[in-house]
């Protein structure tokens, strides 16, 4: 379990590039069982569940090189369809390769992956689309399998814009007989790479990155070569630490239209955003201002951002309320915040929380309880007056690789202890 040493008090300031999305890079490796053939993906991030995700493949018979953010994948031999219980409960996102196996070996047997730190976890909604293409599915108390001899295309319809359902009933359906149409699809951008992606290995996917997505089933599939979209969430943690220390900050390699939610939020607090093609420029405000956050759905303001805007909001100037609609638990931050300085208050079940900004945190020991509120704390300590611990790194190493160092090229005094 290692630790981040930080002395506070810096401003967070310069030119950084953003690596590839963890929430692109894994539903696009899941696609490579799909069928044989040769794949190079570029711009990976060098993050642990990318070595979670190799190895998953390398236990369905993959040969993996992975090599400065370049990976090549080629399949040795057929593969059992059963992913390790060991890495499924190292990373439940693990589930998203259920729909490729199922497409591709008519069988998959996978750890039912249980809660996590946001809270519940269900598998429902994957669940049912695939009942409904025709798979039969046994949920065991600790594994789920699902059997199809071959996966029937049919009109689906998603209770909630489910990321990952979206993405497991795309990678069932590329190879089912007939057309798949998933109405209240997630438009997420990692939707939309996933799609580009399925379509160079030969698929026919429409409509990715809208409310209603059209698979039409094809036979045959061929390796591809594919460059993995800038991290829209790594890019917008950046942002928030520069506008929490009165920093200026020019981003490189991003989508500024994948941005919108976030910049729209950050510049309603005060901050200055210009972009352009591929980079964005945040000048920070002399003291940022108070304002509410409801998260939701893309292109809604992304959950994933709430920690991170959370712990800026706790310096702003006024009265803030952020409502944390899509998990039920993404509030573990807020006690260590509080343990800064924060005037953090939670209502509810927790889900949602008032902010009294207060004029500066003060360093303390404090711990990750997950990937985002990791990366929040660490910002909070950066912009806090004093020395903090943030414990638990290896939650923040799942999503951001070695931040430590990013951060120290943008001026933050950081250290990293195992
Ligand atoms: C993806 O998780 C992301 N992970 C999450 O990022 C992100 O927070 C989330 O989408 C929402 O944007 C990856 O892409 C690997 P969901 P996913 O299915 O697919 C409920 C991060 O920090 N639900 O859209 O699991 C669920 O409980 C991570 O990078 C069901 O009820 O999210 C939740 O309340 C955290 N039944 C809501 O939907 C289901 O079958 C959103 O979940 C599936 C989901």
Known sequence: MGKYIIRGGRRI??????????????????????CDGKFVVRNCPDISDTHITIEILKSLCYEINFDKKTLTAVRTKDSTGCVPDTLVDKMRSSIIFMGSLLASGGF???????????GKRPIDIHLAAFRKMGAKITEREKTVICEAKKLKGCDITLDF?????????????????GTTTIKNAAREPEI???????????????????????????????GAEHTVLSDR???????????????????????????????????????????DANSVTLHAPER???????????????????????????????????????FSARNKHIPELIKM??????????????IRGVDSLHGAEVSARDLRGGAALIMAAIAAKGESIVKNSEYVERGYSKIEEMFRSLGADIDYQQ
């Open 13 to 34: 300031s310069g030119t950084i590039t953003v690596d590839g999305a963890k929430n692109a890079v894994l539903p696009i490796l899941a696609a490579i069982p799909l």
């Open 108 to 118: 998959v047997e996978i750890g039912y992956p249980g809660g996590c730190e946001l």
């Open 161 to 177: 814009p489910s990321v990952g359902a979206t993405e497991n009933i795309m990678l069932a359906a590329v190879r089912a007989e």
């Open 192 to 222: 939309r790479d996933l799609a580009e992606f399925l379509n160079k290995m030969g698929a026919n996917v429409s409509g990715a990155g809208e409310s209603e997505i059209k698979i039409c089933g094809v036979k045959k599939l061929c």
């Open 233 to 275: 969430i790594v890019a917008g943690t950046f942002l928030a630490a520069a506008a929490m220390t009165g920093g200026e900050i020019t981003l490189q390699n991003v989508i500024p239209s994948d941005l919108n939610p976030i910049c729209a939020s950050l510049a309603q607090s005060g901050c200055i955003i210009k972009g």
């Open 288 to 326: 940022l201002s108070a304002i509410d956050i409801i998260t939701e759905p893309h292109p809604g303001f992304p959950t994933d951002m709430q920690a991170q805007m959370c712990a800026m909001l706790s310096v702003a100037d006024g009265f803030s309320v952020i409502d944390e609609r899509i």
């Open 341 to 354: 300085g924060a005037d953090i208050k939670m209502w509810g079940n927790g889900t949602v929380s008032t």
